[in-house]
């Protein structure tokens, strides 16, 4: 029987003969839908799947909301592989309900939604320093980077500096130091390169 679930209970007492210590007793209770709305509860319940006798509460909120006869036609309506979905849709916007009846589930996924750009925004916002920092970093770097340069530069500049002192002056105006004496060409004939 699909409507009711069973529970087995073996029956033994002292004055019991064996043939009833042998087979245990079947109690069937309805659904939970069918308990709540105290009608018999049929080998066929479209509601006893999804409301079982465990979870009254279950069927109670659904049924407080929407109704016994508009969940049995909507799981009616749906193809079996469906139906288990709907009615856990239908127990969670119940719930909604009864926590906010203006907004129900729209206004838990308006907060939601509220919650995830607040943390969109944060993040940009957190993403944007970490930029602004890289870019200060990168800027320190490039001064440091550019003072030791200079800093290198100047020693050479000096060292430069240093060995040019160290070397005899030279009067680049006096054209004597440059002026070759003929006999000093060893037998080379120079020609003049403009006639």
């Not at 069918?34 to 319940?45: D, G, N, P, Q």
């Not at 309900?97 to 589930?105: A, F, K, N, Q, V």
């Not at 040019?164 to 002056?169: A, D, I, K, R, T």
Request: hydrophobic fraction near 35%.
């Amino acid at each position: 029987m699909e409507g009711y679930t069973t529970s087995v209970t073996p029956t033994s007492s002292a004055g019991s003969s064996d043939r009833s210590s042998s087979h245990p007793t079947v109690i069937l209770s309805p659904c939970a839908a069918c308990k709540i709305l105290r009608r018999r509860c049929a080998e066929k319940c479209v509601l006893a799947p999804y409301f079982p006798p465990t979870e009254p509460l279950k069927f109670t909120i659904a049924h407080r909301v929407f109704g016994a006869s508009n969940i049995i036609k909507l799981l009616q309506e749906l193809p079996e592989e469906q139906r288990a979905d709907a009615v856990n849709s239908m127990v969670y916007e119940a719930h909604a309900r009864l926590r906010d009846p203006i907004y129900g589930c729209t206004g838990a996924i308006c907060h939601l939604q509220k919650q995830i750009s607040d943390l969109q925004a944060e993040l940009a916002k957190a993403q944007a320093e970490i930029l602004n920092m890289q870019c200060q970093n990168a800027n320190l770097c490039e001064q440091l980077s550019c003072k030791s340069q200079m800093a290198t530069q100047n020693n050479i500049v000096e060292e430069n500096c240093l060995t040019q002192s160290s070397l005899p002056y030279y009067n680049y105006n006096d054209n004597s130091a440059f002026c070759f004496d003929d006999q000093a060409n060893l037998g080379v004939s120079w020609d003049p390169l403009w006639t």
